[in-house]
T-cell receptor
């Protein structure tokens, strides 16, 4: 059973389009992080959300943590080819091993010029 | 540059070989991790070291043997691997383990192919 479900698994869009990727779970998380991984590289942290209902913006990226702290979304406005990569969500679960991140499988985004 | 360096970047080894992966961080972090990233699977946590002590071993086969000689270096010793062990092996570090805002800094990974 996958603890963190990410959708869609693959997304191919044209430059300038908007998109949303989702990270869902039946478990409650004390915090949730989003990473981006480019081919041949390790994941790089984009944001951490901690409070239920929290919304954080990073330029054209908007991150939201669900009120119940079980899900999160990432919205990208006016996508650019530089946004191409694997987007991973990772959570720290209540009652789980402290500090250990649980990762989803990721959403592979391709933005075509 | 994330501050976490892994070598080698690519490794091809036979099933009877013995090799080691190396990870180095100069961020002053106290916790280091090994992850395995396979196609179609999420990142899998293998080992956690905190202040050079192994604090977690997630049911990893004994053919993978970690070593943490000091807080800046982490090794993964490999022997008699199987083809299904082929994957991207990622090292990460964080300031401390056990903080709910743990931010992991990842290395670029070692792409391992077992033939």
């Amino acid at each position: 059973t996958q603890l963190l479900e990410q959708s869609p698994q693959f997304l191919s869009i044209q430059e300038g389009e908007n998109l949303t990727v989702y990270c869902n779970s039946s478990s409650v998380f004390s915090s949730l992080q989003w990473y981006r991984q480019e081919p041949g590289e390790g994941p790089v942290l984009l944001v951490t959300v901690v409070t239920g209902g929290e919304v954080k913006k990073l330029k054209r990226l908007t991150f939201q943590f669900g009120d119940a702290r079980k899900d999160s979304s990432l919205h990208i406005t006016a996508a650019q080819p530089g946004d191409t990569g694997l987007y991973l969500c990772a959570g720290v679960r209540y009652g789980g091993s402290q500090g250990n991140l649980i990762f989803g499988k990721g959403t592979k985004l391709s933005v075509k010029p | 540059e994330t501050g976490v360096t892994q070598t080698p970047r690519h490794l091809v080894m036979g099933m009877t070989n013995k090799k080691s992966l190396k990870c180095e961080q100069h961020l002053g972090h106290n916790a280091m991790y090994w992850y395995k990233q396979s196609a179609k699977k999420p990142l899998e946590l293998m080992f956690v070291y905190s202040l050079e002590e192994r604090v977690e071993n997630n049911s990893v086969p004994s053919r993978f043997s970690p070593e943490c000689p000091n807080s800046s270096h982490l090794f993964l010793h490999l022997h008699t691997l199987q083809p299904e062990d082929s994957a991207l092996y990622l090292c990460a570090s964080s300031q401390d383990r056990g903080h709910m805002n743990t931010e992991a800094f990842f290395g670029q990974g070692t792409r391992l192919t077992v033939v």
